[in-house]
């Protein structure tokens, strides 16, 4: 299993970034898959899940109507689409397979003027 993240970087708030997590490894569209994010001394904590069809989406309170997570199976894709962004989203943001419990590398989103 490996999940390699991109699109992360500098942001000034109220911007927007879009990440992306290319998969490979496993049968990538029958598995939910989610972000997280952990910002310095803070937990690492769930920002967006997605099922395997990408019918069905959550987020955190913090992020709702913000943030929008998405997937194309046939590219074995997910993605984050942040937008409005505030300071307190900086943080490294990590692709997630909660059925085989594997991380990506991770990719620093930096929100600050």
């Known amino acids: 299993v490996q999940l390699v993240e991109s699109g992360g970087g500098w942001v000034q708030p109220g911007g927007s970034l879009r990440l992306s997590c290319a998969a490979s490894?496993?049968?990538?569209?029958?598995?939910?898959m989610r972000w997280y994010r952990q910002a310095p001394g803070k937990e690492r904590e769930l920002v967006a899940s997605?099922?395997?069809?990408?019918?069905?989406?959550s987020y955190a309170d913090s992020v709702k109507g913000r943030f929008l997570i998405s997937r194309d199976n046939a590219k074995k894709m997910v993605y984050l689409q942040m937008n409005s962004l505030k300071p307190e989203d900086t943080a490294v943001y990590f692709c997630y397979a909660p059925v085989f419990y594997s991380w990506g590398q991770g990719t620093q989103v930096t929100v600050s003027s």
């Open positions: 997605i099922s395997s069809t990408g019918s069905s989406t």
């Open positions: 490894g496993f049968p990538f569209s029958i598995y939910d």
